[in-house]
């Protein structure tokens, strides 16, 4: 115990609480930088037959905009209804989901045969089993616009007040058939009650992308493109635990914690929650933070990240040849936050400087082989971690993955994306 006038129970808590790098986020305190979607959202849910749609970056907060919304305009008696899309999934499977989430799920699995038996998550708590309740219920075809409307009625009929339904992860919703089946039925939302309004995520640039070009889904539908936090949001969540925990964090730390994370909160989360703990953990007592709990926070971070993107940084990476030669393309490529860098910009700006940091470890390569670097980064036997657009062109597939090479690139002393102060 390193934390003056703290105890162990207190300080566990207030981390566990504010530091969420692998579960959204659900109330409005917790949510920074926000504010104007939570309004754009209320004001939408205001008008008679909107419903929303929040498309971003893997990554950028959608689920936790969705969960927190809708938990805002629930009526309290019941958790909104939550429904991730699955891989390959279908439009019925999801609307099977949604009408199996008014059910027990010892009513559904004591009765077998009595539904679909695709999952549903409630957020919050569940309902209650009566076993005097149970009865043999079978849900509309989901499969049929209008059975799919009943499956929405029949869950307003369980349910009353408003209620909001989530669906995320739209972009899993391959088939584009099954994604005309999405908007057919959002262009038949204004047929059900106004008390139900729906919430639906996906990764995209575009709405069209995820449910095709539909004008008029287009009329029913409040678009909002979520955008990469602010770096003072970034720092929001990390000043919350500085002030519950009385620890202090100097302001360089914030700035390089916010330049690393490139807008992405995960990583603010993963740096914060080990930084916090290396404190907790020190010998002395800790009154502001050190360079060695920032390095642990970065260690930490590294070691606790998602695995999906240690597994790409690895797949781009680690091969029987030039390895490091792939690591250096890839902090040149991380190293400013543009989605697109031009390949003589990234060798003579970014990577000259790194390898000079590196100068007695590792040669030089020419802008000839490093371009070549760069072009096998964008195979598929690299992960097709990197993207072209146009020739000579570079940038990352999914942003979300440069706070990662920028993790790497600093546990190895190399410093990425100081260009934002
Ligand atoms: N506005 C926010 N403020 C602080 N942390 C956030 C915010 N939005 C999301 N997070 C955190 O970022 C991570 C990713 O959020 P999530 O909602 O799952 O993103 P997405 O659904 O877009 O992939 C989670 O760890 C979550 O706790
Ligand atoms: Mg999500």
Known sequence: MAINSLSDTAFKKILSENFTPSATIKTPERLFGRDKALITI????????????????????????????????????????????????????????????????????????????????????????????AKRISLPDAGTLSGALDIIRYVLSKRSGMQVIIIDEMERIGDPKERAKFAEFIKNIPQLEERVRFIFCGIGTTVDELIGAHPSAGRILETISLEKLHHNYLWDII????????????????????????????????????????????????????????????????ARAEGVLRQQYQKATRKTKNTSDYEEALWSVADTTSDSRQLSEIYESSYKRIMLKRQRERPMLTKEVFNQRLLALKKDGHGAILKGYGSGWFGFRENIIRGYVRLMAEQEGVELGREIR
Not at 71 to 86: F, G, M
Not at 255 to 281: C, K, N, T
Not at 282 to 287: F, G, L, S
Request: charged content about 15%.
């Open 42 to 133: 209320d004001r939408a849910f205001a008008s008679p037959g909107r419903q929303v749609f929040i498309y971003g970056d893997r990554g950028v907060g959608k689920s936790s905009l969705a969960e927190t919304a809708a938990l805002l305009h629930q009526d309290s008696a019941d958790a909104p209804i939550y429904v991730a899309c699955a891989n390959s999934g279908s439009f019925a499977e999801v609307l099977t989901a949604i009408g199996n989430a008014t059910m027990d799920i010892a009513k559904r699995v004591e009765l077998p045969g009595a539904t679909g038996n695709y999952g549903a998550s409630m957020l919050g708590t569940g309902i209650n089993f009566k076993p005097s309740e």
């Open 239 to 302: 000043n919350n635990v500085a002030n519950k925990t009385g620890i202090l964090v100097a302001n360089e730390m914030f700035i390089r914690i916010g330049q690393i994370s490139d807008g992405f909160p995960h990583y603010v989360h993963l740096i914060g929650e080990s930084m916090f703990w290396s404190a907790f953990d020190d010998d002395q007592i800790v009154t502001a933070m050190a360079p060695r709990h920032f390095k642990a926070g970065i260690a930490g971070a590294l």
